[in-house]
């Protein structure tokens, strides 16, 4: 039923958290491009795909992941399947499951500085800014 009406387990999850139908091929595109510029790419992707939502249901799942059992379940499924596990294979080293989870530490550390306890400068930043500051922490930890 999961397929029929959802598609994938993706889009089921997707429906649960209302989230925008742009981000699943936003999460696409990470991964067409070149290793030496995923961290730009993960920077950039977050950020426009937060700003533009007026719901930002991740941002609200993020915020309720520390008090809610469901919620911080649904959020590590969620990045350890779309992100973490595949930023690993790509990068296919020893310690590619450390590096990948690296960047999941930067990502939720800039999102929940910029949207939900709006941490000045970080909240009112530009995307392309964010991007150039963070977008080589980023990639430091990928590469080193």
């Given at each position: 039923?999961?397929?029929?009406?959802?598609?994938?387990?993706?889009?089921?999850?997707?429906?649960?958290i209302?989230?925008?139908?742009?981000?699943?091929?936003?999460?696409?595109?990470?991964?067409?491009?070149?290793?030496?510029?995923?961290?730009?790419?993960?920077v950039?992707?977050?950020?426009?795909?937060?700003?533009?939502?007026?719901?930002?249901?991740?941002?609200?799942?993020?915020?309720?992941?520390?008090?809610?059992?469901?919620?911080?379940?649904?959020?590590?499924?969620?990045?350890?399947?779309?992100?973490?596990?595949?930023?690993?294979?790509?990068?296919?080293?020893?310690?590619?499951?450390?590096?990948?989870?690296m960047?999941?530490?930067?990502?939720?550390?800039?999102?929940?500085?910029?949207?939900?306890?709006?941490?000045?400068?970080?909240?009112?930043a530009?995307?392309?800014?964010?991007?150039?500051?963070?977008?080589?922490?980023?990639?430091?930890?990928?590469?080193?």
């Amino acid at each position: 039923m999961v397929f029929y009406f959802f598609g994938t387990k993706q889009g089921l999850f997707g429906a649960v958290i209302e989230l925008s139908e742009d981000v699943p091929p936003a999460i696409e595109s990470l991964f067409d491009g070149e290793l030496g510029t995923l961290g730009e790419r993960v920077v950039r992707t977050l950020l426009e795909n937060l700003d533009k939502s007026d719901r930002t249901p991740l941002v609200m799942l993020t915020r309720s992941a520390p008090t809610d059992p469901k919620s911080e379940a649904l959020l590590r499924e969620f990045i350890d399947r779309e992100i973490t596990g595949r930023i690993a294979a790509l990068l296919g080293t020893p310690d590619a499951l450390r590096r990948a989870s690296m960047v999941n530490v930067q990502i939720l550390g800039l999102a929940v500085a910029r949207y939900i306890v709006r941490v000045e400068p970080i909240a009112s930043a530009s995307v392309d800014e964010l991007v150039a500051s963070f977008g080589p922490l980023v990639q430091h930890c990928l590469t080193g």
